[in-house]
């Protein structure tokens, strides 16, 4: 499984921004998948995602601002920020299990909040 992230950028307070993560190879679904983020220095943490057959989840710190999709017919999911804060600031990893249950990254791709 390749996972391939794009949409990050530099944006200012209160902006949006839509992140893309598109899978290919064999052996994986999109019913696990999702996001995490990384700031330097410290543990990456779980943003937002969707888990088996439940419907998606978020971290406190994104709820109501942040939506995750997933679109199995071209292997892709989302992430729509909206409402962007400093402290979102990170590198943006999708993710998604593989067929042993394997949680498989993509490369990251920077966001930078900032006026």
């Known amino acids: 499984v390749q996972l391939q992230a794009f949409g990050g950028g530099l944006v200012q307070p209160g902006e949006s921004l839509r992140l893309s993560c598109v899978a290919s190879?064999?052996?994986?679904?999109?019913?696990?998948g999702g996001w995490f983020r990384q700031i330097p220095g410290k543990e990456r943490e779980f943003v937002a995602g969707?888990?088996?057959?439940?419907?998606?989840g978020y971290s406190d710190s994104v709820k109501d601002r942040f939506t995750v999709s997933r679109y199995k017919a071209n292997n892709t999911m989302t992430l729509q920020m909206n409402s962007l804060k400093p402290e979102d600031t990170a590198v943006y990893y999708c993710?998604?299990?593989?067929?042993?249950?394997?949680?498989?990254w993509g490369r990251g791709t920077l966001v930078t909040v900032s006026s």
């Open positions: 993710f998604v299990l593989n067929a042993t249950g394997v949680r498989v």
């Open positions: 190879g064999n052996n994986f679904t999109l019913n696990d």
């Open positions: 969707f888990f088996a057959l439940e419907s998606a």
